[in-house]
């Protein structure tokens, strides 16, 4: 087994496998949905940005939280929130994980430690610094980390969290996926200084740029500031380069990217194929191994279809619970 993998047994690795395939079926398969006119609205795809989302959420302890973003389906399964609950939330059903009042851009599991995400940029580190004071006031022990996109970088929410966070040195730690774009302008238009994460030393933390096509590399990063933050010593920005294969939503036909950027990317920067390669060149992943686990992936979005197809609508009784003004 390579040094590179470290500590990670075989059965950690190959849960990390599993959950990247997870993911990207799932957003196959609700893209699929979508074009069929079974489920409403739009989505946001993070299809390509396997990595960044496993990896980051591999190094938390099952107590620690995470706030996401508007793009948070695969944040929401790496925190191990059941698909069958997200799939009938993306159906509107009475059995969804918000009760299908929530939708795609408003996942929440509290008991999986998934504060929620959120389909306004920036607004989530603001929580997640709230939920990261309070674990340092009670004494708690828990870190956060709070994910956005290059987008949401230069939202003003975000560097007042950054500035808070690091003044009060609270256990969180500040996650940009950087995918390149935003909602239809590229990270370089947008953003004069050449990485994200060299905006860390103007608030006093630590900052790091990670290849976000590789899930071990994401994954020893952010184990690194979980420990600086549940040591006490404050936050971390990561960057992590990444990239969405599809558009900003579905109504984006990213007419903006050009074919060659898209083939280096989705040809040689797949996060699934690369670590799949590690994976059987370390000797850890073979042949029969690979296909249980593709089995288990495909079952499990076809359970989790039925499920959701299966579950009630909302009553009109239920229309104004759970909601807050």
Not at 8 to 23: A, C, E, V
Not at 68 to 80: D, N, P, V
Not at 174 to 202: H, L, P, W
Not at 304 to 311: G, K, L, M, R, T
């Amino acid at each position: 087994m390579s040094t590179q993998i470290g500590n990670l047994d075989q059965d950690k690795l190959l849960q990390i496998y599993y959950q990247m395939n997870l993911i990207r079926e799932f957003e196959m398969e609700i893209e699929k949905q979508f074009m069929r006119g079974k489920l409403y609205g739009t989505m946001h795809l993070c299809i390509g940005q396997e990595g960044t989302a496993v990896g980051a959420i591999a190094a938390l302890e099952p107590e620690d939280k995470i706030t996401s973003t508007h793009r948070g389906h695969g944040l929401s399964i790496a925190k191990e929130t059941d698909i069958n609950l997200m799939m009938a939330e993306l159906y509107g059903k009475a059995t969804g994980i918000s009760k299908g009042k929530g939708g795609s851009m408003h996942l929440a599991d509290l008991d999986v430690g998934n504060l929620g995400a959120n389909g306004i940029l920036g607004a989530g580190q603001a929580h997640a610094v709230g939920a990261a004071l309070t674990s340092k006031m009670r004494d708690l022990g828990y870190v956060v980390i709070t994910f956005f996109g290059d987008g949401a970088s230069n939202e003003g929410a975000v560097h007042e969290s950054m500035n808070l966070a690091a003044v009060w040195e609270l256990p969180v730690i500040f996650f940009c996926e950087n995918n390149q774009y935003g909602m239809s302008g590229s990270v370089k238009d947008m953003t004069k200084i050449e990485n994200i994460a060299d905006r860390a030393v103007a608030y006093g933390m630590p900052g790091h740029i990670v290849n976000g096509s590789d899930v071990l590399e994401v994954m020893k990063v952010t184990q690194q500031a979980v420990e600086r933050a549940r040591k006490g010593e404050g936050p971390t920005l990561i960057e992590a380069k990444t990239y969405r294969w599809k558009g900003h939503s579905k109504s984006d036909p990213k007419k903006y990217r050009t074919s060659d950027e898209e083939k280096e990317w989705i040809d040689e920067r797949d996060p699934i194929v690369l670590f799949r390669n590690k994976l059987i060149e370390d000797g850890v992943l073979n042949e029969e191994q690979e296909k249980k686990i593709l089995q288990k992936v495909k079952k499990a979005i076809e359970g989790a279809v039925e499920f959701a197809e299966d579950s009630p609508e909302p009553s009109i009784e239920s229309l104004e619970e759970d909601v807050y003004a």
